[in-house]
């Protein structure tokens, strides 16, 4: 009984959805979504990117947002209420990257870099609530906030903390060996 009982806990945490990297938008309108398991183009984009893009979707694998690093688009392909102005740069090879706050389906972090080619000062973070714009989601007067790493090269990473919850935000020091790295948590982001 124990051994079934063991079998399902651990079968139930494996078969979560993990769909958030399902599509993609980049480029000129271009995107990608992987939903069916193999790719399908989407050619229903407003992004015109030169490098670096991100995008989100949900647990299921529906779009909620993307950015070049600069302008935030919804899932409906329009900006977002205040979504203008990210200090990222659309030439930068990792302009931006979005992480899920780790304890709640609707608050999103978004990241930016400028590296080399931009002159905003290297890593800031804005905040996305999904539960604004009537579900579509708003970035929130939480924008652009600075970070110690300046100067950044065109360089961001997030990877999951050893306690399976928690993130670390990573970037390098343009022209350096030097890294930067931050704890989000779900209750604050650790400069």
Known sequence: MHFI???????SLFLSAQNEA?????GENAGLDFNSGSPVALTNGS???????ATISDDNGDL??????????????????????????????????????????????IFTVDGASGNSGGLHYSTVDMTLDGGLGDVTINKNITTPAIATCE?????????????????????????HS????????NT
């Open 64 to 109: 909620l947002f993307y950015t070049d690093g600069v302008v935030v688009f919804n899932k409906n392909h329009t900006i977002m209420p205040n979504g203008t102005g990210l200090l990222g740069h659309n030439s930068s090879t990792q302009s931006a990257i979005i992480v899920k706050n780790p304890l709640s389906n609707t608050i999103y972090y």
């Open 155 to 179: 360089k961001v990473c997030a990877i999951k903390h050893q306690n399976g919850l928690d993130f670390w935000i990573i970037t390098r020091l343009e022209g350096s060996n030097t890294y």
């Open 5 to 11: 009982t063991i079998t399902l806990l651990f079968t």
């Open 22 to 26: 399902n599509i993609w938008y980049f």
């Open 182 to 189: 931050y704890l989000l948590t779900s209750t604050y982001f």
């Open 47 to 53: 992004l015109f990117s030169l490098e670096g893009c």
